[in-house]
């Protein structure tokens, strides 16, 4: 199953012309990578990414405390985790969220979208904000994408204040590339697994811990009456058979659980800034 895992996870989603018409149902082209709100195929992804903000959303409450903080989604794509880490907060306006992106066509659209947000275009290596000026980073999906992951950390560890809080979400390598070989995924540099994150934070930061994010009881049971993972069968079988039609529409974020990092989707990574802030 591994080996099948990681050459089939990505061949619907990346072709030879990887910019697939996302259509009627968003502004944004499907790249085969980012993935998008409101789009019915797109959901197990999407609802995926979401139950991964979720969580983080979920940490920056506990690190929060109840106070309205300054948060940067770095990566921030689309834009919908935006609007999540905003709502986050305390009411009415929620915390303060900025967020970076490479890509101008999507920080055009974020802008649209979440007002609620600032939003630029800029390296997550090199960011535009003064050192020690956010309380929070939320990095989903995006470390795995980066050329120099070093530089990435450090400058996350620049930017924020002492005792400010970095949560990292990526796919799990050992679940779709265990071998030595390089990423599958053509959009991604170089994928990490548990030991390697921690690796990567703690060398800036003081890591707080790894876990993983996997399929809930409802997904996994459909995965063994199948005899099929999940981002597999979505990945080969095009056009989707009507079980699996099914299955998608009603995947939902809560479809995702918490797990240790070994055997995960996904894994979620948290580290602090050494310090204390003045005053909090």
Not at 17 to 42: F, I, S, Y
Not at 136 to 157: L, R
Request: charged share 20%.
């Amino acid at each position: 199953m591994p080996g099948r895992y990681a050459v089939a996870v990505y061949a619907r989603r990346h072709d030879e012309d990887p910019a697939l018409d996302a259509g009627d149902g968003h502004p944004l082209p499907l790249t085969g990578e980012r993935t998008l709100p409101g789009l019915p195929e797109e959901r197990y992804w999407f609802e995926r990414h979401v139950a991964g903000y979720t969580r983080a959303c979920g940490h920056l409450a506990r690190h929060a405390a109840g106070a309205r903080r300054r948060v940067l989604d770095a990566g921030c794509g689309e834009g919908y985790g935006l609007r999540l880490l905003a709502a986050a907060g305390p009411p009415p306006a929620g915390h303060e969220v900025l967020g970076v992106d490479l890509a101008t066509d999507v920080i055009a659209h974020a802008r649209r979208a979440y007002p609620e947000a600032s939003v630029c275009v800029a390296e997550v290596s090199a960011l535009p904000l003064a050192s020690a000026s956010v309380d929070v980073i939320v990095s989903s999906q995006v470390i795995e994408h980066v050329w120099d992951i070093d530089a990435t950390v450090a400058e996350a560890a620049r930017v924020l204040v002492p005792g400010g809080l970095l949560v990292v979400l990526t796919p799990n390598r050992r679940t779709f590339n265990p071998g030595d070989q390089g990423p599958v995924n053509p959009f991604h540099h170089r994928e990490l697994d548990a030991a390697e994150l921690a690796e990567a934070l703690a060398a800036h930061l003081e890591l707080g811990g790894v876990t993983g994010i996997a399929h809930g009881p409802r997904l996994a049971a459909i995965e063994r009456e199948r005899d099929v993972a999940l981002p597999v069968a979505l990945a080969i079988d095009e056009p989707w058979p009507r079980w699996l039609r099914e299955v998608v529409a009603g995947v939902e974020a809560a479809d995702f659980v918490d797990v240790a990092a070994e055997g995960s989707l996904d894994l979620l990574a948290v580290a602090t800034k050494p310090g204390t802030t003045a005053g909090r």
